[in-house]
């Protein structure tokens, strides 16, 4: 899913929970003629980010920078913490393989 379309499904939902609570606040006041003690609380919006197969760096884009990436891993420079998104024939392993098929993917071969 787009990161611009979660982000905004998100602000949507969390509109959405600000007037509800205002709206019940404003007919509870009116009908009920008492006062309503309204509990700001913290609200927080969280955003769920899908993982893209291919994109290890989670830019949201799959192109040779994620090869890099990769090439860092298997030579032990820079070890990823999750392989799961580079793990792309489903070995449980990132070796050369993982690169040829991504290098696949970014061709737009597979």
Do not use: F, W
């Not at 990161?3 to 959405?16: G, P, Q, W």
């Amino acid at each position: 899913m787009n990161m611009t379309i979660v982000k905004k499904i998100s602000a949507l939902a969390a509109a959405i929970m600000c007037m509800s609570t205002a709206v019940v606040s404003a007919y509870a006041s009116t009908v009920l003629d008492k006062p309503v003690l309204v509990e700001e609380t913290e609200r927080q919006v969280y955003t769920v980010a899908e993982k893209v197969r291919g994109d290890v760096n989670g830019d949201g884009k799959v192109n040779i920078d994620d090869i890099n990436v990769v090439a860092s891993h298997i030579k032990g420079k820079k070890i990823l913490g999750d392989i799961s998104v580079a793990d792309l024939n489903g070995d449980r392993i990132v070796n050369i393989t993982d690169i040829t098929i991504l290098s696949a993917i970014i061709k737009g071969v597979r």
